[in-house]
């Protein structure tokens, strides 16, 4: 397993460039590790790359400024936290055919921008998901 992130734990050491702007995780990286992104607040767009099968936990906590993400086909599972406090997340793209993803209690809590649409797509693959102090669907 191939994991994109800062920590020398889980993946190349590499310095944390990411401040602004639109950036892609690159193919060969199946995994976008814990905390991988957390705190770079003015991110506005991840792209994220085929074969890609998790997103850790806390891996885009505190993005402040990060508007949509497409998940791509094949990506199992979502960590806690993941998106969490992502105020201006709107939009999630889903694959027609992603088949089940597991998405963990919290992945998007503090969401409050989110569309109806992918509102519902998290629910259907986790009930207990929450996005805000209180559900609002």
Known sequence: ????????????E???????GHHKVPLG????????????SAIEKIALPRGLREIGWEAFKDCYALKEINIPRGLKQIGSKAFAD????????FP?????????DDAFIGCTALSEAS???ILGCNPKCTFENELKL
């Open 14 to 20: 590499l310095s944390r460039p990411y401040t602004s």
């Open 29 to 40: 990286y199946t995994s976008v590790g814990a905390r991988a992104f957390k705190g770079c």
């Open 86 to 93: 992502c105020r201006s997340l709107r939009d999630i793209s």
């Open 1 to 12: 397993m191939l994991v994109f992130s800062w920590d020398r734990e889980y993946g190349p």
């Open 96 to 104: 027609k055919s992603s088949g089940y993803i597991e998405i963990k």
């Open 119 to 121: 509102k519902e797509h």
